[in-house]
């Protein structure tokens, strides 16, 4: 029977993709395609990935992914060492967000993902019980846990042709506040898989054992209130749960030292929304785990704990510079290997000289690349590599072990011409108080690097930061001929408590000044061209970028956003309508009395103080910022008689997830830029 039209398309991308077993990436055929004078099109960058998830099965014999064409996703498993064609096994909705794919045992696929939330899906989370009979609420109410998502999960069967074609749900599709999460593999029994799962109706998360074969579930943890994520040790025993405290501030870690029993709290309570603890896996000896805590010198440090005795254990890195990341383990048995350090490109300091060797040996194959380990068979032979840097877009190889062997899979960027890319570099410069600020600076290929056009990219949160790596959104725009600057700004992570900290309660000042001083900064250097600067973020920095429209328009000669906050009385008088408030409290002020100082920093209440022109972009369904700030940001600029150009786009939330919107915004935004910079003056 031959697959229906939308798979034979999601086919050939992928079969363009895998071509032919290179060692090296394929040549972009076609990547101008579509490009005018202006530079290639948004969607050679803004496409959902070609090819993206790749895992091995058990057995190292097969491997699975998905692939995408025109927004259509399929998944796909092919046995790779047999030559045999690539098998398409289910299509995914447009739209949807994939939060767990791997191998449950050699025969099955499970695939936990986000979807838009049926009609029934979206009635069902606003019912409410009074005096016991279920009512539906004639408007649904917006509530910060309410959204237009639903989750789900599915078993595909890769040994029953028969369920290629379609989607085996689990009867588990229940509109959850938080998207299901296999917690482990369970490799010695592949009939089950244990899931994290938070309803809706409950106030926490609880662990699940699930039948692969239909999707049944019994309770293995039960749900905890404050607690969103489980975590399962090597064994498959669930020890440990984070989450937060009623006040939405201070994070929680709860652990124990066996497979059963009371769970303790194992968090030394902060005073901020950074935890002073926070999980980091589970070690060889059932008693031990890791945790991260700001350590002596103000970094994140990685330590251990024993569960036993309560007590904090030995320190195991810390870096001078920057916080510690994720540990590394073996997959075989769970021995500490390495520790992600966030360094201004990504390192790893190791624990295990073996480890380390094999990643130096990896590293000196593909030097110019962030190169990691994602994916192994159960004997340790055959893994999958995925590299990426700031000019190579994310590539798979499947690495046999013992021959120190990479062979070249699949490229997630496959219309991209590499030969085109912009190098990113990392910059440093100092705030008008003194304190260094580390950013990244994109240059447009070609250019003398003076004198240029930018685009200052704010990044959200604000508690993230940005890296070094693979960014399509910087990409396209540097290929269109501006130069992108991205600060980490105070408040951003990675840097220590004290950079952190130092943006608590500074929403529109200080780390609005840091924005500032660094565009100060590109034009006394000679980069940037005072007259051609512009700004743009997301939720966070798309505020930031409206301030500085509204706050130094002499600065900033255009501005743009999506998903972005607006108006922060609005925020502090109605937090029920934002999953904002509770985390960013410490940062934009949270008391009545901040109401007028609010008001004064926020953009939709400045709009006559705006004399450059705004491109507002947002999501109707936002859970994470309500679309009625944008509404207010519009209603408000065009009152004073502003320009600005709005975009809204319906089913979209704080991100753009469906692929033909997130393309036209993006290429809505750098037309915009373009005008506003007369980018063509200088082409």
């Known amino acids: 029977m031959p697959l229906p039209l939308s798979l034979r398309v999601a086919a050939l991308a992928l079969m363009f993709a895998l071509g032919a077993c290179r060692s090296q990436p394929p040549a972009a055929e076609g990547a101008r395609a579509g490009a005018g004078a202006s530079g290639p099109p948004a969607a050679a960058f803004l496409r959902i990935p070609a090819v993206s998830d790749v895992v091995v099965s058990p057995d190292g014999k097969r491997i699975a992914g998905l692939s995408s064409n025109e927004g259509v996703q399929v998944v796909f498993e092919s046995t790779r060492t047999s030559g045999r064609q690539v098998e398409y096994l289910t299509k995914l909705l447009p739209g949807t967000v994939i939060h767990s794919f791997g191998w449950s045992g050699n025969g099955v696929l499970i695939v936990g993902y986000e979807q838009a939330a049926t009609r029934e899906a979206v009635s069902a989370e606003y019912r409410r019980t009074v005096d016991g009979v279920i009512v539906h609420d004639a408007e649904p109410k917006r509530s910060r846990r309410a959204r237009g998502r639903e989750y789900r999960m599915v078993a595909l069967r890769t040994d029953a042709p028969r369920q290629r074609s379609r989607d085996t749900s689990w009867p588990l599709h229940v509109h959850p506040s938080l998207p299901g999460a296999v917690l482990h593999w369970m490799a010695d029994d592949p009939e089950h898989v244990l899931i994290n799962w938070w309803q809706s109706s409950e106030e926490g998360a609880s662990a699940q054992l699930a039948r692969v074969r239909d999707g049944f579930a019994k309770q293995v943890v ?5 607690v969103n994520l489980w975590f399962a040790d090597h064994d498959g025993r669930v020890r440990a ?92 048995d769970g021995a500490l290997w390495a520790v992600e350090v966030d360094a201004e490109k990504p390192g790893l300091h190791f624990f295990d000289p073996a480890a380390q060797r094999e990643q130096a040996s990896i590293d000196a194959a593909f030097p110019a690349t962030t190169n990691r380990i994602v994916s192994i068979d159960s004997a340790g032979t055959t893994a999958i590599v995925l590299t990426s840097g700031d000019t190579n877009p994310p590539d798979y190889y499947r690495y ?9 899979l699949f490229t997630a960027n496959p219309a991209v011409d590499r030969n085109q890319l912009c190098a990113t570099k990392p910059v440093r410069y100092t705030a008008r108080d003194g304190l260094a600020i580390s950013a990244y600076l994109t240059a447009p290929r070609g250019s003398a690097g003076k004198n240029l056009p930018v685009i200052v990219i704010v990044h959200d949160g604000p508690s993230e930061r940005v890296g070094w790596g693979w960014d399509p959104v910087v990409q396209f725009l540097a290929s269109r001929g501006f130069a992108v600057f991205q600060p980490n700004y105070r ?32 034009v006394a250097e000679g980069i940037a ?66 109401r007028d100082a609010l008001a004064a920093l926020s953009p939709a209440r400045l709009a006559r ?19 009625a700030q944008a509404r207010a940001m519009v209603d408000a600029v065009e009152d004073a008689g502003g320009r600005i150009e709005s975009h809204l786009y319906r089913r979209e939330v704080h991100e753009l997830i469906d692929e033909s919107n997130r393309i036209e915004f993006h290429e809505k935004l750098a037309a915009f830029f373009a005008r506003h910079l007369q980018i063509a003056k200088s082409s």
Do not use: C
């Not at 039960?222 to 404050?226: E, I, L, V, Y």
């Not at 007259?531 to 920095?541: A, D, E, F, M, S």
């Not at 925020?571 to 934002?578: A, K, V």
């Not at 507002?616 to 859970?623: E, R």
């Open 222 to 226: 039960s749900p905890r209130p404050g």
């Open 241 to 332: 749960g984070i989450g937060r405290s009623e006040d939405g501030i201070t994070g929680i870690v709860i652990a124990r030292a066996g497979a059963s029993g009371p769970f303790d709290e194992v968090t030394e309570v902060g005073v901020s929304q950074q935890t002073d603890f926070e999980f980091a896996g589970f070690a060889v000896d059932p008693k031990t785990i890791y945790l991260t805590a700001i350590g002596a010198n103000g970094r994140k440090e990685l330590f251990t704990y024993d569960l036993a005795a309560h007590r904090r254990g030995k320190t195991l890195y810390a870096d001078a510079n920057y916080d510690v990341g994720a540990v590394v383990v073996s997959p075989l």
């Open 400 to 408: 046999d072990r013992p021959r120190k062997r990479m062979d070249y």
């Open 491 to 522: 408040g951003s992570t990675g840097y220590g408590r004290e950079h952190e900290r130092m943006g608590y309660g500074q929403w529109g000042l200080a780390m609005q000044d840091d924005l500032v001083d660094g565009v100060r900064w590109l």
């Open 529 to 594: 061209d005072p007259t051609r600067v512009g700004i743009y973020g997301v939720g966070y920095g798309g505020y930031a970028a409206l301030l500085a429209a509204a706050k130094t328009p002499e600065l900033f000669r255009a501005a743009a956003s999506f998903g972005a906050v607006t108006d922060l009385v609005d925020l502090l008088e109605n937090p029920d309508h934002y999953r904002t408030s509770d985390l960013n409290q410490p940062t934009e002020g949270k008391l009545p009395g901040d």
């Open 609 to 627: 103080q705006i004399r450059v022109p705004l491109l507002v972009g947002h999501g109707l369904d936002d859970p994470i910022v309500h679309s």
